[in-house]
């Protein structure tokens, strides 16, 4: 199954969203959190994203959400250092990224198809 | 400059080890300052977060290893340890430049210049900034262009690296009144006007710090 990694400034909100990612991929879809830096405070930690990344990952592939900033640019990161096509980082909105991602992921789906539900979840409006 | 050196200028592993020494004691001596310019329209620890990574890009420096691989190793520390986005965006500076000395044991005028073409083409793959967004590109471009243009008129390796310094000096002043188009500054649309990028000031401190340590010896 494809994996899921929730990249934030802050080890709670990583969290968090993992946690309502993982409801709403109705228990099945793995998704780990990788927030804040190294010793816990606010900020990206490139190692634990790895960390992140190498627990969510069983063959089928990784798809990032990051929240901004340094956590983007962590992200961009590593998948240039991984030189290969199994993680990718969806350009999305982080909760509604990973909800929908959980969501696809858990139906098995391949790693093109949770990729595009996730960035999928831009176009979902609130007020329109 | 290392014995050895050909007209133009060279540099060796101890001169990029001295290099990365000089920046990490300017961002230290300046952490104060460049923390107060992000204070002032980004987050508040850029002074902090830089002299955290350069730091430990100087406790990483590699013993026997060519030019290449200490800025390669020096570029992983600072991902690890910066925080920010100031951590990613240089250690992708060194790690580019690095990438692009493969194992050469000198490094001449003109390769030094194309270090710098690929870690400005590094940084901008990453952050997608452009000239103009008030984003340390405002100081590297213009420093890499500079460098070129100087190596073109058949300046030296150390006559091109202060002109990449004075570039970027005078691109991170260049930043001041512009309306930031990246990062936390951008959230505050005109109010960003009138203050330093504090990314652009620390990209002029270690394209200093190359000049100097290039104008050595």
Known sequence: MVGIVIISHSRTLAEGVAEVARAMGVGKAVVEPAGGDSEGRLGTSIDLVEQAVAAADDGDGVVLLADLGSSVLTAKMLIEDAEGDDVVLADAPLVEGAVAAASMAATGADLAAVHAAAESARDHRKTS | ?217
């Not at chain 2, 730091?55 to 060519?66: G, W």
């Not at chain 2, 691989?69 to 986005?85: D, E, M, N, Q, Y």
């Not at chain 2, 965006?89 to 430049?97: D, H, I, K, Q, S």
């Not at chain 2, 901008?124 to 008129?153: N, R, S």
């Open chain 2, 1 to 217: 400059m290392s014995a050895g050196s050909t007209d133009t200028g060279s540099m060796d592993a101890g001169d990029f080890a001295a290099w990365i020494r000089s920046t990490a004691g300017r961002v230290s001596a300046d952490a104060e300052r460049l923390t107060r310019l992000d204070a002032a329209i980004g987050d508040g620890d850029h002074g902090l977060n830089l002299d955290r990574g350069f730091r430990a890009a100087v406790e990483a420096l590699p013993e026997d290893a060519p030019p290449g691989k200490v800025l390669i190793v020096a570029g992983r520390a600072i991902v690890s340890k910066t925080g920010g986005a100031s951590g990613p965006l240089y250690g992708t500076v060194l790690r580019r430049a690095g990438k692009s000395f493969g194992d050469a044991a000198g490094v001449d005028a003109a390769a030094l210049g194309a270090a710098l073409r690929a870690a400005l083409e590094g940084v901008q793959d990453l952050g997608k900034a452009a000239e103009g967004d008030k984003t340390m590109v405002d100081a590297l471009a213009p420093a890499v262009a500079a460098y070129e243009a100087a190596l073109a008129d058949g300046s030296d390796l150390a006559g091109c690296a202060r002109a990449a310094a004075e570039a970027a000096s005078k691109g991170a002043d260049g930043t001041v009144p512009m309306r930031a188009r990246k990062g936390r500054a951008s959230y505050l649309g005109e109010r960003s006007e009138g203050h330093m990028d504090p990314g652009a000031s620390s990209t002029a401190l270690v394209l200093e710090a190359l000049a100097d340590t290039a104008g050595e010896g």
